[in-house]
């Protein structure tokens, strides 16, 4: 079992930045794929950004470029770092983990999930 808590959202200018993180509990953490994924008001879920086993990192061409994922093992904690952030940028985010070492991009692949965090770029 995995608990996920994001934390590190809020409000920002466009162009400004921010950091998410996510902390994980379990000892199991660092074989998993972990993904970030967004929802805006009246849209459909998106991921955003994922980090497999290896390390290895892919993104959504949306972010790409202005959002890096990265992970710390040792504290099992997941991050997000967004710059260059857009108005279209704004949705709850939430970090999820998939029982397996490789990623997808469905959502629903992922077992666990995080509460979210709201990130509002104006």
């Known amino acids: 079992q995995v608990q996920l808590v994001e934390s590190g959202g809020g409000s920002v200018q466009a162009g400004g930045s921010l950091r998410l993180s996510c902390a994980a509990s379990?000892?199991?953490?660092?074989?998993?794929?972990m993904g970030w994924f967004r929802q805006a008001p009246g849209k459909e879920r998106e991921g955003v950004a994922y980090?497999?086993?290896?390390?290895?990192?892919s993104y959504a061409d949306s972010v790409k470029g202005r959002f890096t994922i990265s992970k710390d093992n040792a504290k099992n904690t997941l991050f997000l770092e967004m710059n260059s952030l857009k108005p279209e940028d704004t949705a709850m985010y939430y970090c999820?983990?998939?029982?397996?070492?490789?990623?997808?991009?469905?959502?629903?692949?992922?077992?666990?999930w995080g509460q979210g965090t709201q990130v509002t770029v104006s």
């Open positions: 999820a983990a998939r029982q397996y070492g490789t990623c997808a991009v469905d959502g629903s692949e992922y077992k666990f």
């Open positions: 379990g000892s199991t953490y660092s074989k998993y794929c």
């Open positions: 980090i497999d086993s290896d390390d290895a990192t």
